[in-house]
């Protein structure tokens, strides 16, 4: 490993007359360099797993099993807990592994591989709760197009068309990473391939890397947050021209859970972009990568069971009809 560094330490001047070493597998970070810490780590996590798994999948059966819940909010939801599941089973179960085993390296292209999938399963769940609001914009804001508006076959295309444009991303970084399959350095600074970590590594124009981040950055950040902001002004505007009180706590509490996930969210993703930009501690990065990738998916099925009343009675009927 130390001799593949050394061989790949800088990008040549002239690129396209020098080729650097072959990268044939990459080296991921540890979350710690105490051995002692380990077993917890792999305690800990193992188990944030395995409660963010069930936990999503219990959302995904109670909404499927109740017809009560066979409107488009609920089908959403679903859909979020799914990309929840393939999020979060995309980097944890690889660091488990390696915890375990106490090995970091993985393959080149199981490295491409984990980025695009957890690429496209982040995008899928940026995406989703742009739809969410837009679907609570369109209950609240306009109740009686609601139906019309808010059809199945309309559903099923804004969930086809999340899948095809986070697909899309994941492609776009895959081509730039393989047109230029020479590195600067083959350890990254995450526990998992994080497309923007291994953008940074290859010895490819910084302009170009640039304009793909700063593109991705504004198709799922800038604009999916403006989304957003502009169905919440309009749902709160609504709200505050509803005279009764006890109509307005019920229009607002078909809202309270997707607002908490997105606060969540997007919280965590400024959290982990403000401490890649502030501090210069890896570690420190890495704990606020593990709130983004690894809490957030757990936290989510438990945000919806315990502030939404039809999620709750769903599980409750979910359960006596299991027992």
């Not at 998992?192 to 950055?217: A, M, R, W």
Request: glycine share 4%.
């Amino acid at each position: 490993m130390a001799q593949q560094r050394n061989n790949i330490t800088q990008c040549p001047r002239n690129i396209e007359t020098q080729n650097l070493t072959f990268v044939s597998e990459f080296y991921l970070m540890g979350l710690t360099d105490n051995p002692e810490l380990e077993p917890v780590l792999f305690g800990l996590f193992l188990s944030t797993y395995l409660v963010a798994v069930l936990g999503n999948l219990i959302i995904v059966l109670a909404v499927s099993n109740d017809p009560h819940l066979h409107i488009p909010m609920y089908f959403f939801l679903c859909i979020l807990s799914l990309a929840d599941i393939g999020y979060i089973s995309t980097t944890v179960p690889k660091l488990i592994v390696n915890i375990q085993t106490h090995r970091r390296s993985i393959s080149y292209v199981a490295c491409l591989t984990q980025m695009s999938v957890f690429a496209i399963f982040g995008c899928v769940d940026d995406m989703l709760l742009v739809v969410m609001a837009y679907d609570r914009f369109v209950a609240i804001c306009h109740p009686l197009h609601y139906p019309v508006l808010m059809t199945p076959q309309l559903c099923v295309l804004l969930v086809l068309s999340s899948f095809l444009v986070s697909f899309l991303d994941s492609q776009l970084h895959n081509l730039v990473i393989i047109q230029h399959p020479n590195f600067k350095d083959v350890e990254i600074a995450n526990f998992f391939c994080d497309p923007s970590k291994l953008l940074n590594l290859t010895c490819y124009d910084h302009f170009i890397n640039d304009i793909v981040e700063y593109f991705t950055g504004a198709v799922f950040g800038f604009f999916p947050i403006l989304g957003i902001l502009y169905s919440y002004y309009k749902i709160v505007s609504s709200i505050l021209r509803i005279s009764s009180s006890g109509a307005k706590f019920k229009a607002f509490s078909t809202c309270v859970s997707h607002l908490s996930v997105v606060c969540l969210f997007y919280g965590t993703g400024l959290g982990v972009y403000l401490s890649s930009a502030l501090s210069s501690s890896h570690r420190k990065d890495l704990m606020a990568e593990v709130m983004y990738t690894v809490v957030t998916p757990m936290l989510n099925p438990f945000i919806y069971s315990l502030r939404n009343r039809d999620i709750k009675s769903a599980l409750r009927r979910l359960h006596l009809r299991i027992n």
